[in-house]
C-alpha cells in the first residue's frame, strides 16, 4: 500500500516541505523545487506582488504543488489572520502556515498567539498548520481547536543547527493525534533523515536549501535523506538495538511447564 | 529607562583601554572588533559576517528608495546641505506632484518607499506628512519616513495614515559635538532626538532604523553607541526590526570641513562588527557610496540597498537641474532600480522589491 500522508483532504505522497525564502533567484527556485518532488510549498505573503506581471514568486512554482501561504512579519494572533484573509483573497488558497513571531533576535514564535489565530482560522476553513515552540499541551489545543498538523520547531529558524528538541518532539508524536511535522533548523539532510525515523510525518526546510552553493542538488539530498528516514520508521528501527527482538523467545521456555 | 541611561553609564570610557567591567561580553567583544588591533582580523570576521548575514538573510536584497517632499528647514545642522542659513531655492512638493513622484518610482517595481522632509514643523507639519502618505499609500506597499522627531502619540498618527516605518538619525552620540553640530532649531535637544525611535518603537513601528553620520566624531566611539542603542530597542521591542544605517558625511551645499576621516577599511570593519554583535539587525546601503565599494559591502552585512536615489525634492522627475534646487548631498551611485536589479541577480542576489504590506 502506498505511503500516502493525508492532511486538509489532501493525499501527499512526498514528506518534504519546502520554503521560498533566501533564494538567489526563482529560476533556481523553481528547479530545486521540482527536483526535490515536493508537494507542499509555503511563500510568505509578505513577498507575494500580487499586482507584479513579472518576477511573482507564484509563478515559479511547480503546478502539482499546493501553496501554503505564511504569515510571516505577523506580530500577534490578529495580524496573522488578516495576512491569512488577505491572502484567500487573493486567490492564494486556504492553506496556511500560522507564524507569529514577537522575538526579532531568535524568531522564536508566540505560541500563545498562534493557538489564537488557529482557532479563528480553523473556524474560518482554513486548513492551519501552526508554527510552534514544542508544547504538548498547546499543541493539543491546537488539534482541538482544528489544527490540520503541527509545527515544532527543531532550532531556531535559519540556525542550521538540526534536531535540538528531539526529547520533546518524541513525545509529541507520541501524545499528538495530528500530524507533526518539524519546522525550521534543519541544516542537513541527515537531521531531516532523523526527524523521519523518529516518527515524524514530513519536515519543513529552507534555509539549508535555499543558502548552499548548490539548492538544487541540497534539496534532492533532502528529500533522499526524508525518505530513508520515513522507510527505517516503517521498519520500526526507531527503539534503537538495546531494545532489539532476540531470535528466541527470552521467556519461551515458560511454555515448558504445561 | 531610555538609552540616555546607557549612554551616562559609558560615555566617559577609554576605548583605549579595555576596562570593561560593566560590559557584557558580547559587548566587550563588539567593543574589540571596532578596535585598531581588530583591523587585522578584518578579513576573519568578514568571513564570519558573511555567514551570520547568509544564515539570517539568505541570498536577497530589498530594495528602496527616497522621496524627498521639501527641504524646508529651521535647523542649523552644520553638515547639511538644507541648513536653514544656507541659501538655497526652497521647494515643496505640491500633492500632485508627489502623485507623480510615486507614479514615476511605482513604474519601477518598487514597493518600499522612504519619505523625507526638512526638519520644518511650519512648512511640513504633521498633516501634510499625512496627506502625502495618503496619496503614496497607493502606489506602494510600505511607507518609512525620515522627517523630524516626533511624540509617540504623532507616531501613531503616521502609522493610522500608512506609514511602517521610521528612519532617525542621532547623527552624533557625543553631546558636546551634538550640541556644537545643532546650535539653532528644534533639533537641538539631544534628548528628544535620543528618545525617537523608542518612541517610535512605543508607537508599534514594525521596524526603527537609527544611524550615526560618520565624519562627526571619533567612528570608534560612535559606532559602539550606535550598535549598544540598537541592542537597547530589540532588547526592549522585541516584535521590532531593528535597523542601522552607515551614512558617511558627503559633500554638500556650505562646504562644511568633515572633522574625522572614515576611510572604506573602516566601513567595512563598521559593518562586520555590527553584523557579528546583532545578527539580525537589518543594515542599509544608501547611494552616498560608490558603486563599486556598494558591490564589495553587499555580501558582508548589507540587507537593504536604495537604487534610483535622488536627493532633491521632487527628484525623480524634475530632471532638468536648473528646477531642481539643492539636493540634501551629493549621490555617488547614479544606478537606477532596473540597473541595480541586474547587478545583484548576476551576483547572485535576488533583488526583494517587496517585504511587506498594509494588513
Known sequence: MEDLLEIGGKKIKSRLFLGTGKFSDYTLMKKALEVSETEIITVALRRVDLESKQDNILDYIPKKCTVMVNTSGARDADEAVRIARLAKMSGAGLWVKIEVIRDNKYLLPDNLETLKATEILAKEGFVVLPYMSPDISIARKMVECGAAAVMPLGSPIGSNRGLKTKELISIMIEEIKAPIIVDAGLGRPSDACACMELGCAAVLVNTAVAISKDPINMAKAFSEGVIAGRRAYLCKITQGFNAASPSSPLTGFLREEK | ?359
Not at chain 2, 506597499?141 to 501613531?156: D, G
Not at chain 2, 493610522?160 to 546650535?183: C, F, R, S, W
Not at chain 2, 539653532?184 to 550615526?212: C, H, Q, T, W
Open chain 2, 1 to 359: 529607562m531610555s538609552f540616555y541611561d546607557i549612554y551616562k553609564k559609558y560615555k566617559g570610557l577609554d576605548f583605549n583601554q579595555f576596562i570593561l567591567a560593566d560590559l557584557t561580553v558580547d559587548e566587550a567583544e563588539f567593543l574589540a572588533s571596532l578596535s585598531l588591533e581588530a583591523e587585522n582580523n578584518l578579513e576573519a570576521m568578514a568571513i564570519r559576517a558573511q555567514d551570520i548575514t547568509l544564515r539570517n538573510f539568505g541570498r536577497t536584497m530589498q530594495l528602496y528608495t527616497p522621496i524627498y517632499l521639501s527641504n524646508y528647514c529651521e535647523n542649523q545642522c552644520l553638515y547639511c546641505g538644507f541648513n536653514a542659513a544656507n541659501k538655497i531655492e526652497r521647494k515643496k512638493l505640491t500633492l500632485d506632484e508627489v502623485k507623480r513622484e510615486a507614479e514615476f518610482i511605482a513604474a519601477s517595481g518598487l514597493k518600499h518607499v522612504l519619505i523625507l522632509t526638512g526638519d520644518s514643523r511650519s512648512s511640513s507639519p504633521l498633516s501634510y506628512i499625512k496627506e502625502c502618505v495618503k496619496v503614496i499609500k497607493n502606489y506602494f506597499s510600505s511607507i518609512s519616513v525620515e522627517i523630524y522627531a516626533l511624540s509617540e502619540e504623532e507616531y501613531s498618527e503616521l502609522i493610522n495614515a500608512g506609514v511602517d516605518g521610521l528612519t532617525i538619525y542621532q547623527e552624533v552620540y557625543a553631546e558636546d559635538i551634538y550640541a556644537k553640530m545643532h546650535p539653532i532649531g528644534a533639533k537641538k535637544d539631544y534628548s528628544f532626538r535620543l528618545d525617537a525611535p523608542e518612541r517610535g518603537a512605543k508607537a508599534r513601528m514594525r521596524n526603527v532604523n537609527i544611524g550615526v553620520l560618520l565624519g562627526l566624531n571619533d567612528w570608534r566611539k560612535e559606532v559602539f553607541f550606535l550598535g549598544l542603542h540598537a541592542k537597547y530597542l530589540q532588547d526592549s521591542y522585541p516584535d521590532l526590526e531593528v535597523g542601522v544605517s552607515l551614512p558617511r558625511i558627503r559633500p554638500q551645499a556650505g562646504n562644511f570641513n568633515v572633522p574625522y576621516e572614515v576611510t572604506d577599511r573602516n566601513i567595512v570593519q563598521i559593518l562586520v562588527a555590527l553584523r557579528i554583535f546583532l545578527p539580525r539587525l537589518g543594515i542599509a546601503l544608501s547611494t552616498r557610496e560608490n558603486p563599486e565599494f556598494r558591490n564589495n559591502l553587499i555580501p558582508l552585512g548589507i540587507t537593504r540597498i536604495s537604487a534610483g536615489s535622488s536627493t532633491y525634492v521632487g527628484g525623480h522627475t524634475v530632471k532638468v537641474s536648473a528646477d531642481r534646487g539643492v539636493p540634501q548631498f551629493e549621490i555617488a551611485d547614479l544606478r537606477d532600480v532596473k540597473e541595480m536589479k541586474e547587478f545583484l541577480e548576476k551576483k547572485g542576489y535576488q533583488p526583494v522589491l517587496k517585504d511587506w504590506m498594509r494588513i
